[in-house]
């Protein structure tokens, strides 16, 4: 498409980030957890799960039910500060609020108390990219999807910079009657219909990362996009018709779990479809410790799509947070486009890298390479003329990553360039940043190439290519991407789908101070995220009636498990990724809208899985239903739950595990169905009946697969599962391993 060509090469020169972007930009030293809780003045945040108010009331009667566990004298600190922070009605049983120390223990003594979580400090997990995703303007699937006209989606996020045209509402119809949310953002219409704060703080993005997520999800089509005039296109998101409602949980300071719970709950009340969620960074705490684990079972149970993003620590395994059944966890991979710059050596070599920053005309002149070992790390102080004056210097990016600062720091030494090589843990996946300076990135493996040549004293140039489309291999799970397996929620593939999260241009807020906006290039699960609750829209705006977990199934069992020309879909270090890596594979919505089959989860099969791992109290701290049991619930473990991708555990010696799974016909009435197995030598998989006859919409079948094979302790093994019909291939992913306790 021409208009998404012209854009991608209009916004190719972008300034620095702002500083707090980096919490978006990932990398391991940033990405890890930030334990932290809030602490204002004497007091200390907590939230607090009690009982439900003794009758049914309204909201005040919530607020004042939550009221009586504080003491009369805490009702405001002597700084004047309300003490109850938050009164949940939906998303949770109870409240938010300051505590001075010692508190607690009178609040718990309190009848109706039943547990208080400390509140942590989550992280942002910080496009263009529809055709990447087979969506094209005016044709196919998107048009007949109606852009998700009429869906909304809600965002978890930094705020919204609401003038920017992404937002306009040309072509946008009135929200539906449903719609109970209220905006209060500087401009509102038909697209921005919802934007409230969460927090003690405007509306307005001071970050930027809520204006990118919002934008990719649901951004309208800009015409004329460009910038610094280079070039002209047209942007959109990936449900480019549907509505948005802005939830602003985070503040300069971060984000805490009390404002995200707050963000849920007012989500629900409000009736959005699809809830984005770009934050987390926790290493999973079990679910009954984990507030959003709890407020997103309650929004899901409402029929709210929850789509997460599953973390930026990757490529660690076992690192995926975000994997609670019921949410949508997504990875992140790379697009094929690269903002493409090399490096000239007058040996005739050239290594092809990227920049940001990119001089129209490149100098004719060579300059000698700089690299030294004992100085290898960019954040070495490179302060010395006499040292890199007149040179390119060679440097690694290793973590903390490299700041512009950094580099400024070489440039004003008088060095004439700067190649900042990967860290060999990125591999080929390199996350672009404008260092607004005459720098190319490269690979690890170029980097180890040219450390050798400037051993031998070789001169280089840069030359500069603006944008190029077309880049293979593509996709690539990009290294920060958190893996599976979920140490968490074990016997459930998590993360379960791939996007693209890696150099991704999204919407952004005029910041003339840093030369930023109105589009920037951020990578982060935070990226792939939304791109997933766009597709999660389109499912949506053409199934109304269908449930989370359809939609889930939707989106799992059609993702692309190959590339464009057939190969593997490749990891990092372009090995073959594992489905630890990418879940069931890249997302594909034109297929997800027309899956054929769907495996259906509800509200009884999460509640009879939570009492499988905590009993009735975790039913209780959880689910908060009198009138349930877990002795009236069916006990389902992880791989026994109807998830569209199959785990199941194996021991060393040779043993057989059977799982049951249940289909449901979304497709022709009259259809029929033969399994296809796919797998290693190694592994037996049988799949019984290996026919599904079906002569009704809605109609369930249910089927047997048999798994069987010798693994290596420590060892997993990889196959799939696809119905297929004449029109539909319905694939589940299988996983033997040895390393699942169930
Ligand atoms: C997309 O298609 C619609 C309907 O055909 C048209 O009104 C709109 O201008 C198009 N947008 C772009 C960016 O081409
Ligand atoms: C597809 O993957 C193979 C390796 O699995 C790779 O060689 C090829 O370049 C990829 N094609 C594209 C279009 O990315
Ligand atoms: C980028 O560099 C140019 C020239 O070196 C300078 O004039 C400009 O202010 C810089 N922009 C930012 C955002 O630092
Ligand atoms: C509690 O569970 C019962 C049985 O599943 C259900 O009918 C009822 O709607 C639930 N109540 C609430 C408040 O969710
Ligand atoms: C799976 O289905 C078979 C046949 O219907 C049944 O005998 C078996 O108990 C089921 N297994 C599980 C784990 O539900």
Redesign the pocket.
């Known amino acids: 498409m021409a208009?998404l060509d012209n854009l991608l090469l209009s916004l190719l020169l972008l300034a620095t980030f702002s500083p707090t972007t980096i919490l978006c930009f990932l990398n391991p030293g940033r990405a890890r957890v930030h334990e932290g809780t809030m602490k204002t003045s004497a007091y200390r945040s907590y939230i607090v799960l009690v009982e439900p108010p003794p009758s049914t009331v309204g909201k005040d009667g919530y607020r004042r039910w939550h009221e009586s566990f504080l003491l009369p004298s805490s009702h405001a600190s002597n700084l004047g500060e309300p003490r109850l922070i938050h009164s949940y009605t939906e998303a949770f049983s109870g409240f938010a609020a300051r505590l001075a120390d010692g508190e607690l223990d009178a609040v718990a003594k309190k009848p109706g108390f039943i547990r208080a979580f400390p509140d942590r400090k989550l992280q942002l997990m910080t496009t263009r990219t529809p055709e990447f995703l087979g969506l094209r303007?005016?044709s196919g699937f998107w048009r007949d999807a109606g852009y998700g006209k009429g869906i909304i989606v809600g965002l978890l996020d930094t705020g919204i910079h609401a003038p920017h045209p992404s937002f306009d509402d040309h072509g946008i119809p009135a929200p539906p009657a449903k719609w109970k949310g209220s905006c209060k953002a500087a401009r509102c219409n038909n697209k921005l219909i919802g934007a409230q704060s969460l927090v003690e703080d405007g509306l307005d993005d001071e970050d930027g990362h809520g204006t990118h997520t919002s934008s990719t999800a649901a951004g309208n089509?800009v015409?004329g996009a460009s910038y610094h005039g280079m070039g002209a296109g047209?942007a959109?998101g990936i449900a480019v018709g549907a509505h948005i409602a802005m939830y602003k949980v985070c503040t300069p300071d971060g984000c805490f779990e009390s404002s995200v719970l707050a963000g849920i709950d007012a989500a629900i009340k409000d009736g959005v479809d699809v809830l984005s969620i770009s934050l987390g960074g926790f290493r999973p705490v079990s679910f009954d410790k984990d507030p959003i684990a709890i407020g997103t079972f309650h929004a899901v149970s409402k029929g709210i799509t929850v789509v997460c993003a599953g973390g930026n620590d990757g490529p660690a395994s076992g690192s995926v947070s975000n994997d609670a059944p019921w949410l949508i966890t997504v990875a992140a991979g790379s697009v094929d486009r690269s903002f493409s710059a090399s490096v000239h050596l007058d040996n005739g070599k050239r290594i092809d890298g990227e920049a940001l920053t990119q001089v129209p005309k490149s100098s004719s002149n060579l300059y000698p390479l700089h690299y030294e070992d004992r100085r290898e790390d960019c954040n070495y102080f490179y302060d010395d003329p006499s040292v890199v004056s007149g040179k390119i210097v060679v440097c690694k990016n290793m973590s903390p990553k490299v700041e512009v600062s950094d580099i400024l720091r070489v440039m004003d030494a008088g060095a004439a360039g700067v190649v900042v090589f990967d860290d060999e843990i990125r591999g080929y996946s390199t996350a672009v940043k404008d260092y607004n300076s005459s720098v190319v990135q490269v690979t690890a493996a170029d980097g180890k190439a040219l450390k050798t040549w400037a051993s031998t004293s070789t001169r280089a140039k840069f030359t500069y290519h603006n944008t190029l489309l077309g880049v293979h291999p593509a996709p690539v799970v990009a290294w920060f991407s958190s893996r599976g397996d979920s140490r968490n929620t074990v016997g459930v593939l998590k993360p379960d789908i791939l996007a693209p999260g890696l150099n991704i241009l999204a919407a952004w807020p005029p910041k003339p101070e840093s030369g930023h906006g109105p589009f920037n290039i951020l990578s982060g699960t935070s990226m792939a995220t939304p791109h997933v609750s766009g597709v999660a829209a389109l499912v949506k705006g053409l199934h109304p009636d269908w449930s989370p977990a359809a939609i889930k199934s939707a989106i799992l069992t059609t993702a692309d498990a190959i590339n464009s020309t057939g190969g593997s879909i490749l990891n990092e270090l372009h090995e073959k990724a594992s489905f630890f890596d990418m879940g069931s594979g890249h997302v594909n919505p034109a297929r997800a809208a027309d899956p054929g089959l769907v495996y259906e989860l509800g509200f009884d099969d999460y509640a009879g899985y939570i009492c499988s791992l905590y009993g009735d109290y975790g039913l209780l701290i959880i689910v908060h239903n009198s009138s349930l049991t877990c002795e009236k619930l069916p006990k389902v473990k992880g791989i026994n739950l109807n998830y569209p991708t199959i785990m199941v555990p194996l021991g060393p010696p040779p043993t057989t595990f059977v799982v049951n799974r249940t289909v449901t016909n979304v497709g022709p009435a009259a259809s029929m169905y033969m399994a296809k197995v796919e797998a290693p030598k190694s592994l037996k998989i049988k799949v019984t009946p290996d026919k599904l006859v079906f002569s009704k919409a809605g109609e369930k079948k249910t089927f047997s697969v048999s798994v069987s094979g010798r693994l290596d302790r420590g060892d997993h093994l990889e196959g799939s599962l696809s119905w297929v019909s004449g029109k539909h291939v319905v694939r589940s992913p299988i996983i033997a391993s040895t390393l699942l306790n169930h």
């Open positions: 208009w303007n005016g089509f015409h047209t959109a």
